[in-house]
């Protein structure tokens, strides 16, 4: 059998070949020689005709797109079986399937690839669009973040299209081509899918070097690696012969489960599904990109809705006339400041503020950050596609000072003693209320302010120790009151 490689689409990634379909020239078209002939039926009756027929459901549509060579081993066995045991899994994980795979299924015949790869999310993340794994990858394409930005998924605070059934579709199949491109064997794409590109190109050479076998099975992987190819093998093995493995698939039609739809103004979450009257766990089930309570038009410009929920949401969008479609806005931090400053000038709780934008306690908002606030009745604009794009939080750290006091040397002034902590002259000068240019007699006690360290050990009885902060003669200062 034939294996195709994807359709004649550059990734535009950079030095990236271009991949095509087939294996090299296009072939030349077969024409017959003699007159075309009606064919009567009594000549259809002594001919094979291929029906014109679509598969009714999608599992039989899957089936006759398998494409990819079998994959025969122990470990394929184990896994049946790991599955077969699990039956409430199954269902699980296969009913939630319902609603992403009509669309890849159309994305991997367009594509001219395997439609076993339509099966790879249950490997992945059960066909969990909300899924995160403990190495940061999200989606049911469990993107990493560096990968992700490699394929153009934006991750910011409005949205994060690891997560997007469209997107993350579109990125995953474009990667697993670029992969199949590189290595000319799926199971090695497969390969480095799971434990990336570099470390399958290794261990191939590895074992070329060693006059060993360079195939799925002669490499040496890491385990979860070794299984990735046998779960999905296992996995195809099931939905080709269900009853085999005493397991009954739930009814998928072949035909789309949503829909796109535009968006032409910024709209909150809950209003965007109770004016498609869709369930809010639905909604989000189809939209998994967005974690705000608003969607953002200029950067989402488009929502999924179940098929025929999209012309009840553009109705109710059109006739909506009870104020504003979205609660919320951009501001963006002009300086850098604390959270109760950010909450004053935004007219939030800074209790909501922190909880709305994920600001833990003691971390400053730096200038620049785009934080989620309260829409004003009067604002008529909506967030623009440069904030939209970019939005990100940068935090840092609120630097904690501990009041200290230290004994002046002979000639000591404010002026030296600033310079020996890297204060400021000004800040010396007040907390010993003197004047800037003034000087210590020795031994005089002198009061500043000096950082705590952020790694200071707790003891046992969980008190803080006293840290002494070194001068540079090596001697240490006392140290008392926090500020």
């Not at 190109?201 to 299984?227: C, F, H, V, W």
Request: net charge positive.
């Amino acid at each position: 059998m034939t294996v195709l490689a994807g359709c004649a689409t550059q990734l535009g990634l950079p030095n990236d070949p271009v991949l095509t379909t087939g294996a090299g020239a296009d072939p030349k078209p077969q024409l017959p020689n003699d007159p075309l002939r009606a064919i009567t039926p009594g000549r259809a009756g002594s001919h094979q005709i291929a029906s014109t027929e679509p598969p009714k459901e999608l599992w039989d549509r899957i089936r006759r797109g398998f494409a990819m060579p079998d994959l025969q081993n122990e470990l394929v066995t184990d896994r049946e079986q790991w599955y077969a045991s699990r039956p409430d899994y199954i269902q699980r994980m296969t009913e939630r399937s319902s609603k992403y795979l009509f669309h890849i299924v159309e994305e991997l015949e367009r594509r001219q690839m395997p439609t076993e790869l339509a099966l790879l999310p249950f490997i992945e993340s059960a066909f969990n669009p909300q899924a995160v794994s403990s190495a940061k990858a999200a989606g049911m394409w469990q993107f990493m973040p560096a990968t992700g930005k490699y394929f153009d998924l934006k991750q910011n605070v409005f949205r994060d299209d690891r997560r997007d059934v469209l997107a993350s579709t579109r990125a995953a199949l474009d990667y697993l081509q670029k992969l199949y491109g590189m290595f000319g064997d799926w199971h090695l794409a497969l390969a480095a899918y799971n434990w990336g590109e570099g470390s399958v190109g290794r261990a191939i050479a590895k074992n070329q070097k060693a006059g060993l076998g360079t195939s799925y099975a002669d490499l040496n992987m890491p385990a979860e690696t070794r299984l990735y190819v046998p779960k999905l093998q296992a996995v195809k093995n099931i939905v080709a012969n269900p009853e085999a493995f005493n397991t009954e698939l739930p009814l998928i039609e072949n035909h789309p489960y949503f829909q796109q739809v535009l968006i032409s103004r910024d709209i909150d979450v809950a209003l965007a599904a109770r004016l498609a009257d869709v369930k809010i766990e639905d909604f989000k089930a189809l939209n998994p990109s967005i974690h705000r309570p608003v969607i953002i038009a200029a950067g989402t410009p488009q929502i999924l809705l179940p098929w025929e929920n999209a012309l009840v949401f553009q109705r109710n969008f059109d006739a909506y006339s009870q104020g504003q479609y979205a609660s919320w806005t951009a501001w963006t931090a002009p300086s850098t400041m604390n959270a109760t400053e950010a909450a004053r000038r935004t007219g939030m709780s800074e209790t909501d503020l922190r909880s709305m934008n994920n600001i833990p306690p003691r971390m400053l908002i730096k200038a620049g950050s785009t934080l989620l606030v309260p829409r004003s009745a009067k604002m008529e604009d909506d967030v623009t596609s440069r904030v939209a794009d970019n939005a990100q939080v940068s935090l840092t750290p609120e630097i904690v000072t501990r009041r200290t006091t230290v004994k002046a040397r002979k000639g000591e002034s404010v002026a030296t003693i600033a310079k020996r902590y890297g204060l400021s002259q000004a800040n010396v000068a007040a907390w010993n209320s003197v004047s800037a240019s003034a000087a210590f007699k020795p031994g005089h006690k002198v009061v500043v302010f000096l950082p705590i360290s952020s790694r200071a050990v707790t003891h046992s009885s969980g008190r803080s120790p006293i840290k002494a902060v070194k001068r540079s003669t090596g001697k240490s200062i006392v140290k008392s009151k926090r500020r």
